[in-house]
């Protein structure tokens, strides 16, 4: 949807090491997410972001960083990556012309962290 | 702050049968809300969005949703189940004032032939 790519699909890494998810859209939205989802939790907002190198954190961000060059591209950085940090992450978009505008979503990354 | 609850983290329902998803929300502004579904391995999808305009509001597949400000809920519902309906379905807020999505922890639909 949007022509959003989230890549890799699915990881496994071992504790403590770094690990990047990227997504791509080829939408031209100014807004991009990245969710994670956990079972019995829903979707929890890691961070934002409302324009290049704009950025902000969301309500669990602890342990992840961000980043944005481009307008297409949003990345997730685990700086050292924890059991907890094992989850199916999402990336997302939005036009951003209301607040109401809705979000478009990738297919996920499953991320195993060992 | 916001945020939305979601009663019942799973739904059955039969075939045919009438669906009611409940979505209760918190907000100290008037809300924006959305319904999503999510199929398996797949990203969520919008199925619908009340941005004031009208209190009951029609989405895609045959559901709706009615906003009712006294109770602070935003009910998701289908007159007639179908199998293809099974996946699960997150309740989420937001305002005028942040372009951030607050999800509820979701509810999975199941429907029985």
């Known amino acids: 949807d949007a022509g959003i790519t989230q890549s890799p699909r699915h990881k496994v890494t071992e504790t403590g090491t770094p690990v990047t998810l990227r997504c791509h859209q080829t939408?031209?939205?100014?807004?991009m997410y990245w969710y994670r989802q956990d079972p019995g939790h829903g979707l929890r907002l890691i961070h934002y972001?409302?324009?290049?190198?704009?950025?902000d954190k969301g309500e669990v961000s602890d342990g992840y960083s961000v980043s944005r060059s481009k307008t297409e591209d949003f990345l997730l950085t685990l700086e050292s990556a924890t059991s907890s940090q094992t989850s199916v992450y999402f990336c997302a978009t939005g036009q951003g012309t209301a607040p109401n505008s809705p979000l478009h979503f990738g297919n996920g990354t499953r991320l195993t962290v060992t | 702050a916001q945020s939305v609850t979601q009663l019942g983290s799973h739904v059955s329902v039969s075939e045919g049968a009438l669906v009611l998803l409940r979505c209760n929300y918190s907000?100290?502004?008037?809300?924006?809300l959305f319904w999503y579904v999510q199929y398996p391995n797949q990203g969520l999808q919008l199925l619908l969005k009340y941005t004031s305009a009208a209190t009951l509001v029609k989405g895609i597949n045959g559901f709706e949703a009615e906003f009712k400000k006294s109770e602070t809920s935003f009910h998701l519902t289908k007159p007639s189940a179908h199998m293809s309906d099974a996946a699960e379905y997150f309740c989420?807020?937001?305002?005028?004032?942040?372009?951030?999505?607050?999800f509820g922890s979701g509810t999975r639909l199941l429907v029985r032939p």
């Open positions: 972001s409302y324009g290049v190198k704009d950025t």
């Open positions: 989420a807020v937001s305002d005028y004032s942040s372009y951030k999505l607050i």
């Open positions: 907000s100290s502004v008037p809300p924006y």
């Open positions: 939408e031209n939205h100014r807004y």
